[in-house]
């Protein structure tokens, strides 16, 4: 299977749901407070008896996702404290041994399938618990295990669970950060690792943490497109940034309309949003990510079209200089003829985008089907769309959809001062 077939769902689905769910769920400071505390792996280690999420936690994220219009989730089945949510024959620091003694892998992974949503499984490679992560050359043997653990864990992941769609490693990197990607793939026998991964799931895409590029880049709480045709995918929190696992007290929630414009700008550079939350110490969603996670439900299903299997466009609404994260009024996406100009900043009765090169033919209102006059002045490019309401439609992005002659194309200006002769 090519890299290209491997990504057609990933890139039809553009929206993915993350999930951090682990002992440090229940501390409410992040998932890094065992190392960031330098909390000793023995104390750390009674929470595990106090790990209970309550039945059917899975099925409630997966009944989020699905609310917020997400193709797929992914689950954190083990982060850098060590504790893995799954039984393991090479961990007994495990949800299936201690607390409530389940598989919650099995139970996210059957919910996820029940509920019509493809299958990520989150994992790190480093486990905070051996010390030859940290000093490899003073702890050889214990780096020596981890790795191996590390290898045997990832084939019970992709032996056990049926078809995984997307494994995305974290924790790949140096404690010393020192040696760049080679270390990193020497370290974790990361080409060994992989095509294991491969042999056991043909058809699942892998991102690029463990050092080696596989399919996917994975930016961090930016929306950062990749070179054309390489398949990215932008992992951001619903809060601010420091805090993927359940977070108790944090004033910071990004609002609804940010929310959707990475969603959009994802879209736009040909890329994907992974949006996370962090569910409380009991595994229910906490209510302020719901309601944003039903916002853009809302949202996409009436705006659907315009994030979808979407390409990239050239054309740029006025006066914005056209990067992905550089959008002043929206950004544009496009499916074949069509685009869809995603409008952040309601411009008012007149939207006029610049330097159009390609015929318009038909303006309508994406959510309503409701039509608009425009004008085209061919020569200079500039395309001017009239009578829309002087309020913004949708406050939180409203989207023209635009049908052209042909594939729309951005107009080069002979002379950046033309425009001034009229
Ligand atoms: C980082 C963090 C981690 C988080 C992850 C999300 O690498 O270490 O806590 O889980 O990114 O992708």
Known sequence: M??????????EARFGLYVHFGLYSLLGRGE?????????????????????????????WCEAAKLA???????????????????????????????????????????????GLRVGLYYSLLDWRFPGYFEPDRYPESQAALVEYVHRQVRELMTRYGTIDLLEYDGGWMHDLKGGRERQIDFWRSRELNAMVRE????????????????????????????????????????????WGYTRFNPNWKTPAQLIQHLVSAAAGEGNFLLNIGP????????????????I????????????DSRGCDLIGASQPGQVDLNLQGCWTRRGRTAYWCVFRWPGTTATAVRVG?????????????????????????????????????????????????????????????????
């Open 200 to 243: 056991l799931q043909p058809g699942i895409i892998i991102n690029d943490r463990s050092g080696l590029p596989e399919d996917l880049d994975t930016p961090e709480q930016e929306v950062r497109a990749s070179r054309s045709g390489r398949g990215w995918e932008s992992c951001m929190c619903i809060g601010d940034s420091c805090c």
């Open 32 to 60: 890094w407070t065992m190392y960031s505390e330098r909390i000793p792996p023995a104390e750390y280690a009674a929470l595990a008896d106090r790990f209970r999420p309550v039945p059917g936690a899975a099925r409630e």
């Open 2 to 11: 090519t890299g290209e077939d491997r990504l057609r769902w990933f890139n």
């Open 358 to 422: 390609t015929r318009p033919l038909r303006v309508r209102m994406l959510a309503t089907g409701e039509e608009f006059p425009f004008e085209y002045h061919e020569l200079s490019g500039r395309f001017i769309i009239r009578g829309l309401p002087e309020l913004p439609p949708d406050g939180l992005c409203t989207v023209l959809e635009v049908e052209f002659a042909s594939e729309p194309a951005l107009k080069v200006e002979p002379s950046p001062a033309d425009w001034l002769l009229g």
């Open 280 to 295: 409380a110490p009991d595994g229910r969603v906490r209510g302020e990510e719901l309601d944003r996670l039903r916002v």
């Open 297 to 308: 439900g809302r949202w996409l299903s009436s705006n659907g079209a315009a994030v979808r």
């Open 69 to 115: 219009g997400a193709k797929y989730i992914v689950l954190t089945t083990r982060h850098h404290e060590g504790f893995s949510l799954f039984d393991s024959a090479y961990s007994d620091f495990t949800s299936a041994r201690h607390g409530c003694r389940r598989d919650i892998v099995r139970e996210f992974t059957d919910a996820a399938r029940a509920a």
